[in-house]
């Protein structure tokens, strides 16, 4: 997929014939994905009449929508950190690791505090799993930047490395907490909203202020796009490739606390479980390419919400849940398919036979992955 | 050896310069390409060394035999996986195919009464099928490897749990008589049928890689694959078979876990796609393609079971240290093939 979908004002005539026509909505982006999640949306209010009625008890918001983004928040926020990894070539295969690490230092400090419910001892424990969870990142951030690892290779090591050390941290067990400031983290609510949301909301609104209003993101798309050609135009790459996977794992971290507090308890072997995978699949689904270069924060959280609204609707259109991963396989496939421009135009016969044929061929030739 | 040409002459790894025009070139260089498989030897046999001078009973054939027995699924399955990673892919899929294949195979013979003489044909097919639809879309639609046997994996998954989400046993007499088989050697040595059956699919894989047209397409494509096409090689086919062979070796991988474990249960080889991975990388194949032996994938996966095996006779070791011990080996050994091609450039 090293050809772009063909949506930015910066791409060049020959790559995008179609630009400017009528259907430029559905050269969009964010088209696709966008669609999806309708349908989705779509589909359980056609099961649940009430799905997307959102009601006030106690003071909180309830209702589907809102569980959506409250049991999406964690998975929103890790795959914030991995589009910003993805954008600059890289991959983070460590971020479920991170994860559990982050969940099991938080958790077993919180449960040798003399009194649980002090704010001041949570505070310092989520310190403590958010200063490790970044030194966990910059270490990845060494292996790509500084060794020069692949990145799928060097964070595969913290992946495999990094759900032993949880367990290490944990002794094997499961650790439990009682203590309501930390449960505020992941299960409390603030200004009627969960605040494991507003946690979410506030990293990704700062993320897309440092990336979209700043240069930084566009400094990140070049190192993406030809690493070597950034370092030598004056950027620095190593610094950016080593800062964005520290903060791929804080964001990794801060889900790991909200995932252990949701549950009171921190399980060093199953938390955050396959949660790069989906991750990934968020940053994939959202339109950001592997290949790295060019980003889409908006397109991650849409990916994001699709998956949990996969989830939401397996339970509530009642699916069995054995076919669960089933029915994630054929939504991933047809996703993944319609991303793919190369299917779009063997299904559709989208492509159009245009009299300058040179452009055609040149584009053609480009396309071949390298 | 034309497929050392192809493997020296990639771009950014040239030969030494004046040599490659030579008949001769690249000797040298050509040895520093054993040096990760050699290292992966030579910490087999330290492991070995210090576990035998550590532990009573450790320093025996069978010992050795037993990793062999114990792993001889994930020998299997690496190999495939091998056959991606050198086109410069990766495929997720493995360990789900090796769970459909232990669920297919149980509910068919235990609740159908199929003969496993039909049956395992069957799971070898649905596996290669498998593998070769992963590669049609991988291909095809250009989509990500990463990304296609991703789906493939939860695909797989989610048919076992449609199959049935408990454990099936396999009481079948030809699959107990197979499972409880014996082959002795000399020295009151003994191994299973799956090691033979491993054994063979290594030398089959062997050959295919370093003596077939297949298999120097495979190096081909995994060094450059636009040099590839360009070369007029056909890039398409290669890329569809080796996910097909591993589609393949993962469907025989399970079958040989349904003796192992005599069931079929979807829970079964949760996570093997990440030891395959590592035992590729720790014998020293890179990911980046183009450039490994089926050797190595082979060392790599005895020093993940001899881990293993130190860990249950140091007994007071909990099984996370596995874990940690993988993750600073492949530590370790990427850092020396990082030393190794840094060298050569």
Same mark, same amino acid.
């Given at each position: 997929?090293?050809?772009?979908?063909?949506?930015?004002?910066?791409?060049?005539? !020959?790559?995008?014939?179609?630009?400017?026509?009528?259907?430029?909505?559905?050269?969009?982006?964010?088209?696709?994905?966008?669609?999806?999640?309708?349908? &989705?949306?779509?589909?359980?209010?056609?099961?649940?009449?009430? *799905?997307?009625?959102?009601?006030?008890?106690?003071?909180?918001?309830?209702?589907?929508?809102?569980?959506?983004?409250?049991?999406?928040?964690?998975?929103?926020?890790?795959?914030?950190?991995?589009?910003?990894?993805?954008?600059?070539?890289?991959?983070?295969?460590?971020?479920?690791?991170?994860?559990?690490?982050?969940?099991?230092?938080?958790?077993?400090?919180?449960?040798?505090? /003399?009194?649980?419910?002090?704010?001041?001892?949570?505070?310092?424990?989520?310190?403590?799993?958010?200063?490790?969870?970044?030194?966990?990142?910059?270490?990845?951030?060494?292996?790509?930047?500084?060794?020069?690892?692949?990145?799928?290779?060097?964070?595969?090591? #913290?992946?495999?490395?990094?759900?032993?050390?949880?367990?290490?941290?944990?002794?094997?067990?499961?650790?439990?907490?009682?203590?309501?400031?930390?449960?505020?983290?992941?299960?409390?609510? =603030?200004?009627?909203?969960?605040?494991?949301?507003?946690? +979410?909301?506030?990293?990704?609104?700062?993320?897309?202020?440092?990336?979209?209003?700043?240069?930084?993101?566009? &400094?990140?798309?070049?190192?993406?796009?030809?690493?070597?050609?950034?370092? #030598?135009?004056?950027?620095?790459?190593?610094?950016?490739?080593?800062?964005?996977?520290?903060?791929?794992? &804080?964001?990794?971290?801060?889900?790991?606390?909200?995932?252990?507090?949701?549950?009171?308890?921190?399980?060093?072997?199953?938390?955050?479980?396959?949660?790069?995978?989906?991750?990934?699949?968020?940053?994939?689904?959202?339109?950001?390419?592997?290949?790295?270069?060019?980003?889409?924060?908006?397109?991650?959280?849409?990916?994001?919400?699709?998956?949990?609204?996969?989830?939401?609707?397996?339970?509530?259109?009642?699916?069995? @849940?054995?076919?669960?991963?089933?029915?994630?396989?054929?939504?991933?496939?047809?996703?993944?398919?319609?991303?793919?421009?190369?299917?779009?135009?063997? +299904?559709?016969?989208?492509?159009?036979?245009? @009299?300058?044929?040179?452009?055609?061929?040149?584009?053609?030739?480009?396309?071949?992955?390298? | 050896?034309?497929?050392?040409?192809?493997?020296?002459?990639? !771009?950014?790894?040239?030969?030494? !310069?004046?040599?490659?025009?030579?008949?001769?070139?690249?000797?040298?260089?050509?040895?520093?390409?054993?040096?990760?498989?050699?290292?992966?030897?030579?910490?087999?046999?330290?492991?070995?060394?210090?576990?035998?001078?550590?532990?009573?009973?450790?320093?025996?054939?069978?010992?050795?035999?037993?990793?062999?027995?114990?792993?001889?699924?994930?020998?299997?399955?690496?190999?495939?996986?091998?056959?991606?990673?050198?086109?410069?892919?990766?495929?997720?899929?493995?360990?789900?195919?090796?769970?459909?294949?232990?669920?297919?195979?149980?509910?068919?013979?235990?609740?159908?009464? =199929?003969?496993?003489?039909?049956?395992?044909?069957?799971?070898?097919?649905?596996?290669?099928?498998?593998?070769?639809?992963?590669?049609?879309?991988?291909?095809? *639609?250009?989509?990500?490897?990463?990304?296609?046997?991703?789906?493939?994996?939860?695909?797989?998954?989610?048919?076992?749990?449609?199959?049935?989400?408990?454990?099936? @046993?396999?009481?079948?007499?030809?699959?107990?008589?197979? /499972? $409880?088989?014996?082959?002795?050697? @000399?020295?009151?040595?003994?191994?299973? !049928?799956?090691?033979?059956?491993?054994?063979?699919?290594?030398?089959?894989?062997?050959?295919?890689?370093?003596?077939?047209?297949?298999?120097?397409?495979?190096?081909?494509?995994?060094?450059?694959?636009?040099?590839?096409?360009?070369?007029?090689?056909?890039?398409?086919?290669?890329?569809?078979?080796?996910?097909?062979?591993?589609?393949?070796?993962?469907?025989?991988?399970?079958?040989?876990?349904?003796?192992?474990?005599?069931?079929?249960?979807?829970?079964?080889?949760?996570?093997?796609?990440?030891?395959?991975?590592?035992?590729?990388?720790?014998?020293?194949?890179?990911?980046?393609?183009?450039?490994?032996?089926?050797?190595?994938?082979?060392?790599?996966?005895?020093?993940?079971?001899?881990?293993?095996?130190?860990?249950?006779?140091?007994?007071?070791?909990?099984? =996370?240290?596995?874990?940690?011990?993988?993750?600073?080996?492949?530590?370790?050994?990427?850092?020396? $093939?990082?030393?190794?091609?840094?060298?050569?450039?």
């Amino acid at each position: 997929m090293t050809a772009p979908t063909g949506d930015a004002p910066v791409t060049s005539p !020959p790559r995008n014939p179609r630009a400017g026509r009528p259907a430029a909505a559905l050269r969009h982006r964010l088209f696709w994905p966008a669609l999806v999640l309708a349908l &989705l949306l779509l589909a359980n209010l056609l099961f649940t009449p009430g *799905f997307l009625s959102v009601e006030m008890k106690d003071g909180h918001l309830y209702g589907s929508l809102i569980d959506i983004f409250r049991f999406g928040a964690p998975l929103i926020l890790v795959a914030t950190g991995m589009t910003l990894v993805i954008a600059t070539g890289g991959i983070d295969l460590s971020v479920g690791s991170v994860v559990a690490i982050s969940g099991a230092l938080s958790c077993l400090w919180v449960s040798g505090l /003399a009194d649980q419910q002090s704010a001041g001892g949570v505070l310092a424990a989520v310190g403590l799993a958010l200063g490790l969870s970044l030194a966990l990142g910059v270490w990845n951030g060494f292996l790509v930047s500084g060794i020069g690892i692949q990145p799928i290779i060097a964070t595969l090591i #913290l992946m495999v490395a990094g759900r032993g050390l949880a367990q290490l941290i944990t002794d094997g067990q499961i650790v439990t907490v009682n203590s309501d400031p930390y449960k505020l983290i992941g299960g409390g609510y =603030w200004l009627t909203l969960p605040f494991g949301v507003l946690i +979410a909301a506030a990293v990704l609104a700062v993320t897309a202020f440092l990336t979209r209003r700043l240069a930084l993101g566009l &400094l990140i798309e070049s190192v993406g796009g030809n690493a070597t050609a950034s370092r #030598l135009a004056g950027l620095r790459s190593r610094g950016l490739i080593v800062t964005v996977y520290a903060f791929c794992a &804080l964001c990794a971290g801060i889900a790991g606390l909200m995932i252990s507090s949701n549950v009171s308890s921190a399980d060093g072997n199953n938390a955050g479980l396959w949660i790069e995978l989906d991750a990934i699949l968020a940053v994939v689904i959202g339109g950001t390419s592997l290949a790295g270069g060019r980003f889409s924060l908006g397109g991650t959280v849409i990916g994001a919400l699709i998956i949990q609204t996969l989830t939401t609707t397996i339970y509530s259109i009642g699916i069995p @849940p054995e076919t669960t991963l089933l029915f994630k396989a054929l939504v991933v496939t047809v996703v993944c398919l319609l991303q793919s421009a190369a299917f779009r135009e063997k +299904a559709f016969h989208l492509r159009r036979r245009r @009299p300058g044929a040179a452009p055609a061929s040149a584009d053609e030739k480009v396309r071949v992955p390298a | 050896m034309s497929q050392d040409i192809l493997v020296t002459g990639k !771009p950014g790894k040239p030969g030494k !310069p004046g040599k490659a025009a030579g008949g001769d070139f690249g000797r040298l260089g050509d040895r520093r390409k054993y040096i990760p498989v050699l290292a992966t030897a030579s910490l087999l046999v330290a492991m070995f060394t210090v576990g035998g001078i550590r532990y009573e009973g450790f320093a025996s054939g069978q010992v050795v035999l037993n990793v062999f027995i114990d792993n001889a699924f994930l020998l299997v399955v690496a190999v495939g996986m091998t056959f991606v990673i050198l086109t410069g892919g990766i495929d997720l899929s493995v360990g789900s195919v090796v769970a459909l294949s232990t669920m297919i195979s149980a509910s068919l013979v235990t609740g159908q009464g =199929w003969p496993p003489l039909l049956v395992i044909p069957l799971v070898l097919l649905i596996g290669a099928v498998l593998g070769f639809v992963m590669g049609c879309m991988i291909h095809y *639609f250009e989509i990500q490897p990463f990304i296609v046997t991703l789906a493939g994996m939860f695909l797989a998954r989610g048919l076992c749990y449609t199959i049935g989400t408990d454990s099936i @046993p396999i009481t079948d007499e030809t699959y107990t008589a197979l /499972a $409880q088989a014996r082959i002795d050697l @000399p020295g009151d040595m003994f191994v299973s !049928p799956s090691v033979v059956i491993a054994l063979a699919v290594v030398a089959v894989a062997a050959y295919v890689l370093h003596y077939t047209r297949l298999g120097r397409n495979v190096y081909a494509t995994g060094g450059s694959e636009q040099s590839a096409l360009l070369m007029g090689l056909p890039v398409a086919r290669t890329k569809i078979a080796v996910y097909t062979v591993s589609g393949f070796c993962s469907a025989l991988g399970g079958v040989l876990l349904s003796l192992y474990m005599l069931s079929g249960y979807g829970l079964h080889a949760v996570g093997m796609e990440l030891d395959a991975i590592a035992a590729v990388v720790i014998g020293g194949t890179l990911l980046t393609g183009g450039s490994g032996y089926l050797l190595g994938t082979v060392l790599g996966v005895l020093v993940l079971g001899l881990i293993q095996t130190v860990i249950s006779f140091e007994g007071t070791l909990s099984s =996370w240290w596995t874990k940690i011990f993988i993750g600073l080996l492949l530590f370790v050994f990427i850092l020396l $093939q990082r030393l190794i091609s840094a060298r050569r450039t």
